[in-house]
């Protein structure tokens, strides 16, 4: 039997504890918009990214100002901007060359090419005609590896030009190399990271369906792979980008690239895929040092893929696994992700730069200085 001043305390603490959860306070704030200058845009290629690039641009009107689209292609030249980018674009016609740029602050979105050395010349035209430089080339995330004297050329470039360079996107410079960095920050030691991207390549871009083989026989696909023709560029990039930045000096990268086969005819807006042809990759690059094995990436992108999700996976003190269900969207995020970028070159020193090192990655809203509507103390 409890006796009857336990019971009153009891009680006592209960009420208590029920009015501390029950506790509901409202703050008046009271907000200031931060002005901002809105940066000129230039977008440089006019295929999927480009065009959905330029509409996000035109849609951040606090944020940019698009002055010209550039596209050399015959069916682009001479085009009306509202003729492709809508009722929201400027007046004005496609350019074949960007315009003198408009202020330090102007940046110029480069998306012609996954191929690095298919891009310099065209970097170092922007940069003088006044431009930092954001790009979705897939080989400019990590630049050194494959073209270190290219690399070196475009890094003095920009510094005597006062600009910056740098190479993001979605994959690379973020889903499978920023964003592991991120994670790993949170770790006091880390000792091997394990990132998984598997995507249902269904709802994705006609050129991308294409550049994982859809459609394709085994063998045609399977020489093409041995020519460096077809898969997913960067991943290489992205497993160097993340031991440059763990301080891991891997030996090698081992690479496999396997075809993923229809088990049933597979119909899309841009392809139609018979059973038994390519449907897409599962594209894995390991880098090791000495014979332990620090950075795994498994990329499956294919038609139909199950269980699409981003997934990071660190061990270390203390393990880490953090998923993304149904993963990133490649296409929208590219975009975001090449504008983000743009918002935050402004006060870095001029160079080449890794995507990792820009500011944390945040979307490019108007900044908003928040604080109590009333004094307080």
């Not at 208590?16 to 009271?30: D, E, F, Q």
């Not at 200058?37 to 990214?49: A, E, S, Y």
């Not at 922007?126 to 290219?150: D, M």
């Amino acid at each position: 039997m409890i006796a009857p001043e336990t019971l009153a305390s009891q009680l006592v603490s209960l009420a208590v504890s029920a009015r501390v959860l029950a506790v509901k306070r409202t703050i008046a704030l009271r907000a200031r918009r931060r002005g901002t200058t809105r940066q000129p845009i230039v977008v440089v290629g006019l295929g999927p990214i480009g065009i959905e690039l330029a509409r996000l641009v035109l849609a951040q009107r606090d944020n940019f100002r698009l002055v010209a689209a550039v596209d050399r292609a015959p069916q682009l030249a001479g085009a009306s901007l509202r003729s492709i980018l809508g009722d929201r674009a400027p007046a004005g016609r496609i350019r074949a060359t960007a315009p003198a740029a408009p202020g330090a602050a102007a940046i110029a979105f480069l998306t012609t090419s996954s191929s690095l050395s298919s891009v310099g010349d065209s970097i170092l035209d922007l940069l003088r005609r006044g431009y930092s430089i954001v790009s979705s080339t897939e080989e400019l995330s990590y630049p050194a590896l494959r073209a270190p004297a290219l690399a070196a050329r475009l890094d003095r470039a920009a510094r005597r030009a006062g600009r910056c360079i740098v190479g993001t996107g979605i994959n690379p410079g973020f889903a499978m190399d920023v964003w592991p960095l991120v994670l790993a920050s949170n770790t006091q030691r880390i000792e091997h990271v394990q990132v998984m991207r598997v995507v249902d390549a269904t709802s994705r871009r006609g050129p991308l369906q294409r550049k994982i083989g859809s459609g394709m026989t085994a063998r045609d696909f399977e020489a093409l792979a041995r020519a460096g023709k077809i898969g997913h560029v960067g991943l290489v990039e992205s497993c160097v980008h993340i031991a440059d930045l763990l301080g891991w000096p891997l030996d090698r990268v081992r690479e496999t690239l396997v075809p993923k086969l229809a088990t049933r005819r597979l119909r899309t807006q841009h392809v139609d895929v018979a059973r038994g042809r390519v449907c897409g990759i599962h594209h894995r690059a390991i880098g090791t040092q000495g014979k332990t094995e620090r950075v795994i990436l498994d990329l499956q992108m294919y038609l139909g893929a199950p269980g699409a999700r981003d997934e990071v996976r660190l061990r270390g003190i203390p393990n880490l696994r953090c998923v993304v269900d149904g993963g990133f969207h490649g296409d929208l995020a590219t975009v975001a992700q090449l504008v983000s970028a743009a918002v935050r070159i402004p006060g870095m020193p001029p160079g080449l730069h890794l995507a990792s090192e820009l500011p944390a990655p945040r979307p490019p809203a108007r900044r908003v200085e928040l604080s109590f509507a009333s004094a307080r103390t």
